[in-house]
């Protein structure tokens, strides 16, 4: 699989070794890195039982000013938001 290509490569292949290359290039990026959902999962839960509360509960308290924002939320939330982006990605 072609995880790179430089432009000054691209330009040294033929128009159907460029299709294939840039298609190849493509279905890499949308593919999902083995098993980089179930790291993310993984991290959520670890916060969730840091913290003895959902994130569903998480993301109330903290929208709502009951939870201040700290490092270790803030982290908690943007693996969240990774979680959702993988999701919609896979779908």
Do not use: C, H, Y
Request: proline share 1%; charged share 35%.
């Amino acid at each position: 699989m072609i995880k790179t290509l430089r432009l000054s490569d691209l330009s040294l292949l033929s128009a159907a070794e460029k299709d294939a290359a840039v298609r190849e290039l493509a279905r890499g990026a949308l593919a999902r890195p083995n098993g980089e959902m179930e790291a993310v999962e993984a991290r959520i839960r670890a916060f969730e039982r840091k913290f003895e509360m959902s994130s569903a509960t998480m993301e109330a308290r903290l929208e709502s000013g009951d939870l201040q924002e700290t490092a270790d939320v803030a982290s908690w939330v943007i693996a969240l938001d990774v979680q959702r982006r993988m999701r919609v990605r896979e779908a």
